[in-house]
């Protein structure tokens, strides 16, 4: 093919780009029908849900600690924003820095295991930061760090502007999806995608899995500590909650919901779990028993998830959700 | 005063007393995981809810029927374990042929319901249960004060935990169970009902469970977030002592309550989190676990 059929195709209005069109158009005009914050958190969440199924989408592991990452990069983030007075963006990174570090200690030993196995020790590592983070001086134990300023981005855009706050946050979003697209369609992520569908045969091939489950860890703690980060800086808070093993629990749950290993299926799960807590937040403990009896319809009924179920359909028109 | 290591005798033993108790919890509650997992390929992620159910079905028969504590120690495990045994048929028995993973995952549901549900009914504050009367008083030991309720549930348990693996490793039913573990299909042609072993043995984790939970009642306050508080620990033992062994969730798990009692003595800090650096140790050294089989 020349050169000029490549661009000519490259420039092409595919559905796929339509419906990308669509969203981002959507997203951008979402805060002036519904309220930012709610958006916010939405976000975070995806974020979070979209780190996670890197892993459990494209590699095939199962974590249930991911709460360690979320939670903890909220804590440094929010003590270095607080107490350091350290502007958004380089709190942010040191919040995401840390992750890195726990991913790469815990994914370590984690990736010894496979299947259930390393979903319990990556809850057990969870759990013990989660006392890590009871007992720590810094982490303030039940109060939490409240009041973080959320300060002024790059020194001149006032976050404290919910509107401007969105914008920021929605743009970190949408890198970070570039980010993970451009993970999963590149050689090292068919080469996960490798180990998820055949691990000894990826092995034979010589590829060293270890180490490609390892970056891929690694990578997905850093997203799910970016989103941890931008949460305290949204709800200006960092508290036992984000690394409490429930909230690995609603990671999963948005994953499932939505469709493990689609692009845009945690996404709608972490927007329809923001919204159930959001609006039944006044139930008490309804919120629990109505996410547990999702989790049990998901595995009993729908295990493809609620994107998961379109794709198949999308895929006819060229739309690969 | 007698000091022994720096530290004075009656705290020394008090301690290692309370961490041979956790220490039993954590036997029986590891060993109905392990017994489930070995035949279900389930992590019963429910069983900490279970067992917390099992120490409401002491609170309420109590409260209720006016039934103490001995009725309940024999309810709770019937009761539970049927509830058990139903959502085994129901649920994971849809399970069985898809990746393990989902049962984690169903179960972890089921907890959420079935901790929600108490939660909103009864709140979080907790109901004190009182120790029978039988079991009131301790015994002078001349060491230490021995609390008679507690000296029985680690000779309870630990009694629990003997029949039980006496049970699978001496008798004829448990060589069925470990025959099916290896090859249900084989085991179903000699004539033996496979799916009915399975629901019976998770039935009877279940009730281990319960029975836990009914004996942890006078010990620790029932409350609805008494088995999420404990069963990630457990998990942590169950990698520890190696998923696929009776014997080492016994061994670790009373191990593990010591090693918890005594750093509690020696470095109070690090008690909730020691389980979990061990853990870390044995998964560099040894990733099966202590007493696990292969990978």
Known sequence: MNQEAISVRSRAITPQRLLVLALLLLALAAPFGIYPIFLMKGLCFALFAAAFNLLLGYVGLLSFGHAMFFGFAAYVTAHAAKEWGFSPELAILA???????????????????????????????????????IQAPFTHGEDGIQGVPRGSLL?????????????????????????????????????????????????????????????????????????????????????????????????????LLGGVGTVFGPMVGAFLVAAIQNYLSETG???????????ILCVLMFRSGMVGMLAPMMKKRGIDV | MTLLFGIPIQALFGQLLLGLINGAFYAMLSLGLALIFGLLNIINFTHGAQYMMGAFVAWLVLSHAGLGYWAALLLAPLLVGALGILIERTMLSRLYKLDHLYGLLLTFGLALVIEGGFRQLYGISGAPYAVPEELQGGWNLGFMYLPIYRGWVVLASLFLCLGTWLLIEKTKLG????????NPQLVQ????????????????GVALAAIAGVMAAPIYSVNPLMGSNIIIVVFAVVVIGGM???????????????????????????????????MAIVLMIKPQGLFGKGS
């Open chain 2, 189 to 204: 042609a000699f004539g033996v009902n496979v799916p009915v072993l399975v629901t019976l043995t998770y039935g009877f």
């Open chain 2, 244 to 278: 696929g062994s009776i014997l080492g969730a016994i061994v670790t798990g009373f191990m593990l309550g010591l090693l918890e009692g005594l750093t509690k003595v020696f470095y109070p800090e690090a008690a909730s989190t020691v389980i979990f650096v061990v």
């Open chain 2, 175 to 182: 060589s069925y169970l470990r025959a099916a573990t290896e």
């Open chain 1, 285 to 295: 403990s309804w919120v629990t028993i109505i996410q547990g009896v999702i989790f």
């Open chain 1, 95 to 133: 919040g995401v820095a840390t992750a890195a570090v726990l991913g790469l200690v815990t994914g370590w030993l984690a990736i010894r295991r496979s299947g259930i196995y390393f979903a319990m020790v990556t809850l057990a590592f969870s759990q013990m930061m989660f006392f890590v983070a």
């Open chain 1, 155 to 255: 020194g001149f855009i006032d976050l404290n502007d919910s509107l401007s706050m969105y914008y920021f946050v929605l743009a970190v979003f949408v890198a970070s999806l570039l980010f993970i697209q451009r993970i999963v369609t590149s050689p090292f992520g068919q080469v996960l995608k490798a180990i998820r569908d055949n691990e000894p045969r990826a092995i034979s091939l010589g590829y060293e899995v270890e180490k490609y489950k390892l970056l891929a860890f690694v990578l997905s703690a850093s997203l799910a500590g970016l989103a941890g980060s931008m949460k305290s800086i949204v709800f200006q808070l960092a508290s036992l909650a984000d690394v409490h093993w429930h909230a690995s629990g609603e990671v999963v749950l948005m994953t």
